[in-house]
C-alpha cells in the first residue's frame, strides 16, 4: 500500500481553508490544522461585550471548521513574535495597518518549522489567485513561498492549475488533475464547491476577522503609538481600541467611553490600570483615562463624559474621579453642550 502522506493546512475558519481541507482529505492525505493566534481576531470577544452583538456568532470559527471536518486542530499562540511582523513590515501595509505579505509569510514559515518538527510531508492553504490585492496575487505568491522557506512544499489546492506543479504533485501524493485553478475576488466557485461537499454553514465568505484591515481600528492604532511615541503595544491596547468611543481632547491623554452597559461592565475590569470616571448621581457611561491628565484636563473630561449621559441637560453633575488603586473623590462639573465637542476629538 502507499504511504498516506501528512498535510498541515494553515486554518483560519474561513471557507477557503475548509474547502483545502476538504480536497486534501478527498485524496486520502491525512490532515490536521493549524491555527495562528496574533491576538488581532478576536471578534466572538467583542460580540459577548455589546447587547446589540449578542445575537452574532461567538464561536470560534477555527475550532468549529477543525469539528466539522474531523481533524486535529493546532492553535498556536505568536503573540510576541508577531509584533515584529506589524511594526516592521518588510512588504509594507496593504489599505490599512494590515502587513499582509508578511503576515503569510511569517505564518507559513512557522508552519514550516511546525511541520518538519511533527514529522509532516508538505504544507497547504485555502489561498487563491487574485482574490487578495496585497498576499494573493499571481507575483506575490512565489514571494510567500520563497520567504517562508516552504518553497514547493506549499500547496494551494483550491488554485493549483494556475500554479506551477509543487513537489506534492509531482511526487504523486495528491492528484493535480482533481486539485482547482479558483481565481478573482468572486467566491460563487468556493460556494459553489461547499454546496457540493454538502457544507450548509460556513463563516462569510471574504469576511474575515482582523481588525488591521479595518480603517477605524487601525486609525486608534496609530493614535496610540503616536501618543506614547513607541510602536508597542500589549493585549490589552488591542481589545480596548475595539472598544468604546475613543476621544483625545489632549494629545496627553485619551478618553475610552463605554457605549453600553456591557461596554461599562469590561472597561470595570480596568480599574486597577487606569484613571476610572462616571457620573454618580446621573445614569450613564464609564470612561477611561488612557495617559496623564491634570485637575483642569478631568474636570474637562468630566464635562465631555457628562455629555453622553442621562444628566446632559443639568445645568450641573456629579462626576466621581477613581485613580487606580485609590479612594474615589467627586467634583462639580456642567455638561459640555454639543457644540463644544470638537469632531477631531474623535478618533
Not at 498516506?4 to 476538504?22: I, N, T
Request: with cysteine; proline share 5%.
Amino acid at each position: 500500500m502507499s504511504q498516506v502522506r501528512k498535510a498541515a493546512v494553515l486554518v483560519s475558519g474561513g471557507l477557503d481553508s475548509m474547502l483545502a481541507v476538504r480536497v486534501l482529505q478527498e485524496q486520502g492525505v491525512h490532515v490536521e490544522g493549524i491555527n495562528f493566534y496574533t491576538g488581532f481576531c478576536v471578534e466572538g470577544h467583542t460580540h459577548a461585550i455589546r447587547k446589540k452583538d449578542q445575537k452574532k456568532d461567538k464561536r470560534n470559527n477555527a475550532l468549529w471548521v477543525a469539528e466539522q471536518l474531523g481533524i486535529k486542530l493546532h492553535i498556536v499562540d505568536i503573540v510576541e513574535e508577531y509584533k515584529n511582523v506589524l511594526i516592521n513590515p518588510k512588504h509594507g501595509y496593504g489599505a490599512n495597518m494590515n502587513p499582509c505579505l508578511d503576515c503569510k509569510i511569517f505564518m507559513v514559515k512557522k508552519a514550516v518549522e511546525w511541520m518538519e518538527k511533527k514529522g509532516f510531508d508538505f504544507i497547504a492553504t485555502g489561498e487563491v489567485v487574485g482574490q487578495r490585492p496585497m498576499s494573493q496575487r499571481k507575483d506575490t505568491m512565489p514571494v510567500v513561498s520563497n520567504e517562508s522557506g516552504a518553497n514547493d512544499l506549499l500547496l494551494r489546492p483550491l488554485c493549483a492549475k494556475n500554479l506551477p506543479p509543487t513537489l506534492p504533485e509531482r511526487e504523486g501524493w495528491v492528484d493535480r488533475e482533481t486539485l482547482y485553478d479558483f481565481s478573482g475576488r468572486t467566491r460563487k466557485p468556493q460556494m459553489a464547491l461547499a454546496k457540493e461537499f454538502g457544507f450548509e454553514d460556513y463563516a462569510t465568505p471574504a469576511g474575515g476577522c482582523c481588525f488591521l484591515t479595518d480603517e477605524s481600528y487601525s486609525v486608534k492604532l496609530v493614535d496610540l503609538w503616536k501618543a506614547r511615541g513607541s510602536r508597542d503595544y500589549e493585549m490589552d491596547d488591542i481589545m480596548l481600541l475595539k472598544v468604546g468611543r475613543h476621544l483625545r481632547p489632549r494629545e496627553n491623554f485619551k478618553m475610552i467611553i463605554s457605549r453600553e452597559e456591557g461596554e461599562n461592565n469590561f472597561l470595570q475590569g480596568y480599574k486597577n490600570r487606569y484613571i476610572t470616571m462616571r457620573v454618580s448621581d446621573h445614569p450613564g457611561p464609564l470612561v477611561l483615562i488612557d495617559g496623564v491628565a491634570n485637575e483642569e484636563e478631568l474636570a474637562l473630561a468630566g464635562r465631555i463624559l457628562a455629555r453622553f449621559g442621562k444628566g446632559k441637560r443639568a445645568e450641573e453633575v456629579t462626576v466621581e474621579i477613581t485613580p487606580p488603586g485609590e479612594e474615589g473623590y467627586e467634583i462639580q462639573v456642567a455638561p459640555m453642550p454639543p457644540s463644544q465637542i470638537e469632531q477631531n476629538w474623535y478618533i
